[in-house]
């Protein structure tokens, strides 16, 4: 994978959890993060690095610094429990690449 | 409201040709800046995007199966189709189309159908 994130993030109700995306591309290009909760398609959750979708809770944002994005859920709730992708585009022909998927537990 | 919906065969022999469509409603791909992607997810594991078609019929394909992919668009139907040759156990998963909106570059996908299984055994 271009795109490098950690396979597991463990938060307790009510803190915060960071999720990183590290890729060369990620200097140059957006990022977005989308949500999937088991046997459901995925959900965007934040696009070109910072911006929520109209829909999504202000618990999550995002940003961006370099090569390395993050995904950032306040106030974590058990319903955040999930499989968080950040993807970016690899160049002008390849316009969508996924990071191997980080899984989000609630304590 | 914008939907997409994904259809095709569940069980596909290996070496056989895999077709799937993608009904959308609520867009057309005759609109300007309207895409389609189709993305898979093998059991258990990450995202995988494989093709993604354009307003104007381009066509963008994934470096490792482009191969074996084709996508194009029926837009009287507003229906997108997908095919993979050569089927392997190993391509066995869900298979979903998405939207995104081409502003200014490429953008997120913002709508996914609810996804179709495919299992390639014999």
């Known amino acids: 994978y271009d795109l490098t994130q950690p396979p597991s993030v463990s938060v307790s109700p009510g803190q915060t959890a960071r999720i990183t995306c590290s890729g060369d591309s990620l200097s140059k290009r957006y990022a977005y993060w989308y949500q999937q909760k088991p046997g459901l398609a995925p959900v965007l959750v934040i696009y070109k690095d910072n911006k929520r979708p109209s829909g999504i809770s202000g618990r999550f944002s995002g940003s961006s610094s370099g090569t390395t994005v993050t995904l950032t859920i306040s106030g974590v709730q058990a319903e955040d429990e999930a499989d968080y992708y950040c993807q970016s585009a690899d160049s002008s022909a390849t316009p969508y690449v996924f990071g191997a998927g980080t899984t989000v537990t609630v304590l | 409201q914008v939907t997409l919906r994904e259809s095709g065969p569940a069980l596909v022999k290996p070496t056989q040709t895999l077709t799937l469509t993608c009904t959308l409603s609520?867009?057309?791909?005759?609109?300007?800046?309207?895409?389609v992607s189709w993305i898979r997810q093998p059991p258990g594991r990450a995202l995988e995007w494989l093709a993604l078609i354009d307003w104007d019929n381009n066509k963008y394909y994934s470096t490792s199966l482009k191969t074996r992919l084709t996508v194009s668009k029926d837009t009287s139907k507003n229906q997108v189709v997908l095919t993979m040759t050569n089927m392997d156990p190993v391509d066995t998963g869900t298979y979903y189309c998405a939207r995104t909106v081409y502003s200014g570059g490429w953008n997120g996908l913002d709508s996914w159908g609810q996804g179709t299984l495919v299992t390639v055994s014999s």
């Open positions: 609520g867009f057309s791909l005759n609109t300007r800046e309207m895409c």
